[in-house]
């Protein structure tokens, strides 16, 4: 586990357009929502689901987990991460340096990406710090749901996009991802606490607007994104379909 500044937050909701009660759907006799708390446990000491909702309460705490309830309000996961990082500090007693939001989705998020994503906060100039992977399949380029990321040699992300970035002016379309090492971005933060609150109040930019990318939000106001690479796979799920497809492949071993 890592060390005892580092507060893991799971903000759930139990409505989903797609997959409406996601967070308690039953995988190998678990709900889901225990199954992200657990890997996230086997890294952080500290580990909450935060959400607006009294069933996925209940269950967290039938599994014996920790849960703290937020406003139903909030217009983001990193709105409810806030609020859940007050009320814990205030619960526990205790001042948390950085925060990690977890998706409640990735019932089989590898540890070693929270391990990765954590270690950015070993540095005290780490702001917000987030992980990529590379790019392996064409078609994700043009993905507008699998969101592109670009970088400078500090590994600071310079722009998240839906669209591919950059654009091959020079190569056929179909040719860009074996011309140009493009990156996915893995949909996992960490915050600084001080700058998790100060971002909360920030309003919602034109790149956020035009994108639906929160991320270009901090980006516009001036704050810096560390990038990691991982070629750790990200396992998300969306849809029924999408948990089927994931237990027909032999999850959960």
Known sequence: MLKDNILGLIPSRYGSTRFPGKPLAD???????????????????????????????????????KVIMTSPSHQSGTDRCTEALNKVEKAENKSFDVVINIQGDEPFIDPNLLETLAGCFLSSMTEIATLVKPLTRNEDLFDPNKPKVIFNPKYEAIYFSRSPIPYLRQFPQQEWAFQYKYYLHIGLYGYRSDILREITNLKPSSLELAESLEQLRWIENGYTISVRITDHESIAIDTPEDLERILSMGFPD
């Open 27 to 65: 995988i190998g006799d678990k709900p889901m929502i225990q199954r992200v708390y657990e890997q996230a446990s086997k890294v952080l000491s500290h580990v909450y689901v935060a959400t607006d909702d009294e069933r996925i309460e209940k269950a967290v705490k039938q599994f014996g987990g």
